[in-house]
T-cell receptor, first 116, second 113 residues
Framework: EAGVVQSPRYKIIEKKQPVAFWCNPI?????LYWYLQNLGQGPELLIR????????DSQLPKDRFSAERLKGVDSTLKIQPAELGDSAVYLC??????????????FGEGSRLTVL | GDSVTQMEGPVTLSEEAFLTINCTYT??????LFWYVQYPGEGLQLLLK?????DKGSNKGFEATYRKETTSFHLEKGSVQVSDSAVYFC????????????FGKGTLLTVNP
């Protein structure tokens, strides 16, 4: 069974440029998460989707960050414009929903962003 | 709000040494507790979990016991191997329908042969 797939693995951009990250969750997982991991820190939730609905986006900086999951499967996280402080690893995770959700999240390998 | 405090790293041990990584938490209600591990170049993966007080989670020789009285979930292994070198994250999920995981900062473990 394929795991959570993220791309790109690495991205280097100049500040003020836009950037987008893509995530394909495990087949059948209705819940999708985007986490931010700064260097030396644990992951912090940015947004959680149940199917195509964003049910928790309270930690997403909406002035420059946006996300979508139009068909309830793949998801894209966008930053526009990027700032130096956005340099971090962006993690995507998925899990089953409802009673099948045991708390275990399945993570992708992450997308490492460097803003120069 | 929910929070997790982990032992600061890095931790460096020799092979076959005993490992303890401390983890304490603050949460409302009765959270579920987790240890995730991140091997070099890989994504985070669940190592073990416990869903109620006094439960012991175990996997790959690692153990952790959910201690409600001390709000702790310390990770232990009796004899570490070089292949255990990784970053370990303690995490909690509050009770109810909240699916959000709150992570600690992570502890880097290096095991030398």
């Amino acid at each position: 069974e394929a795991g959570v797939v993220q791309s790109p693995r690495y991205k280097i951009i100049e500040k003020k440029q836009p950037v987008a990250f893509w995530c394909n969750p495990i087949s059948g997982h209705n819940t999708l998460y985007w986490y931010l991991q700064n260097l030396g820190q644990g992951p912090e939730l940015l947004i959680r989707y149940e199917n195509e609905e964003a049910v928790d986006d309270s930690q997403l900086p909406k002035d420059r960050f946006s996300a979508e999951r139009l068909k309830g499967v793949d998801s894209t996280l966008k930053i526009q414009p990027a700032e130096l402080g956005d340099s971090a690893v962006y993690l995507c995770a998925s899990s089953p929903s409802g009673t099948a959700n045991t708390g275990e999240l399945f993570f992708g390998e992450g997308s490492r962003l460097t803003v120069l | 709000g929910d929070s997790v405090t982990q032992m600061e790293g890095p931790v460096t041990l020799s092979e076959e040494a005993f490992l303890t990584i401390n983890c304490t938490y603050t949460a409302t209600g009765y959270p579920s507790l987790f240890w995730y591990v991140q091997y070099p170049g890989e994504g985070l993966q669940l190592l073990l979990k416990a869903t109620k007080a006094d439960d012991k989670g175990s996997n790959k020789g690692f153990e952790a016991t959910y201690r409600k009285e001390t709000t702790s979930f310390h990770l232990e292994k009796g004899s570490v191997q070089v292949s255990d070198s990784a970053v370990y994250f303690c995490a909690l999920r509050s009770g109810g329908s909240n699916y959000k995981l709150t992570f600690g900062k992570g502890t880097l473990l290096t095991v030398n042969p």
